[in-house]
T-cell receptor, first 109, second 113 residues
Framework: RKEVEQDPGPFNVPEGATVAFNCTYS??????FFWYRQDCRKEPKLLMS???SGNEDGRFTAQLNRASQYISLLIRDSKLSDSATYLC??????????FGSGTRLSIRP | DGGITQSPKYLFRKEGQNVTLSCEQN?????MYWYRQDPGQGLRLIYY???????QKGDIAEGYSVSREKKESFPLTVTSAQKNPTAFYLC????????????FGEGSWLTVV
């Protein structure tokens, strides 16, 4: 079993839609969690950290469920510019960082 | 400006040759990482280093080697033992600690011809 698993998609949704991604992790001792965004042929960039209490940044909301060992990302009112691959990232120790394989999102006009 | 610099951005290698990818950071980060990404795939950890003169194998270390002689530098050598080296290579760095995020260089595209 992979340490971090994501639905690869692709998710193809109309502009303005709400879309949600989930990610599961296998190491219950994992300490911190992040969502990264990666555009085609570019390096990943931090979208947001995920806190136990849940957190929101504009149209983006991240949630963590430690009991079930999953994190989620919700995008509201999706824009064309949201089209990208979204990577779930888990710190399993102070220095070991594991990436999910990514979920591809395509927003259509 | 602080950041991570990878070079070269594009590299072509003949089969049987070793190549070295450079990664330099001026963020004063202790930890550095090398990931490999194949088309349409996620990132896979090759090697990581938590401190100077120390490094650990990741999930796909076979056919690769690294060194960490200086805090700011973490070069990756792709050896001839790596059977399928064509990929996008990403270097990253981070400060230790659970809340600290990881920052990436722009990546190096390696093609075996």
């Amino acid at each position: 079993r992979k340490e971090v698993e994501q639905d690869p998609g692709p998710f193809n949704v109309p502009e303005g839609a709400t879309v949600a991604f989930n990610c599961t992790y296998s190491n219950s001792a994992s300490q911190s969690f992040f969502w990264y965004r990666q555009d085609c042929r570019k390096e990943p960039k931090l979208l947001m950290s995920v806190y136990s209490s849940g957190n929101e940044d504009g149209r983006f909301t991240a949630q963590l469920n430690r009991a079930s060992q999953y994190i989620s990302l919700l995008i509201r009112d999706s824009k064309l510019s949201d089209s990208a691959t979204y990577l779930c990232v888990v710190r399993s120790s102070a220095s070991k960082i594991i990436f999910g394989s990514g979920t591809r999102l395509s927003i259509r006009p | 400006d602080g950041g991570i610099t990878q070079s070269p951005k594009y590299l072509f290698r003949k089969e049987g040759q070793n190549v070295t990818l450079s990664c330099e950071q001026n963020l004063n980060h202790d930890a550095m990482y090398w990931y490999r990404q194949d088309p349409g795939q996620g990132l896979r950890l090759i090697y990581y280093s938590q401190i100077v003169n120390d490094f650990q194998k990741g999930d796909i270390a076979e056919g690769y080697s690294v060194s960490r002689e200086k805090k700011e530098s973490f070069p990756l050598t792709v050896t001839s033992a790596q059977k399928n080296p064509t990929a996008f290579y990403l270097c990253a760095s981070s400060t230790p600690g659970h809340r600290n995020t990881i920052y990436f260089g722009e990546g190096s595209w390696l093609t075996v011809v």
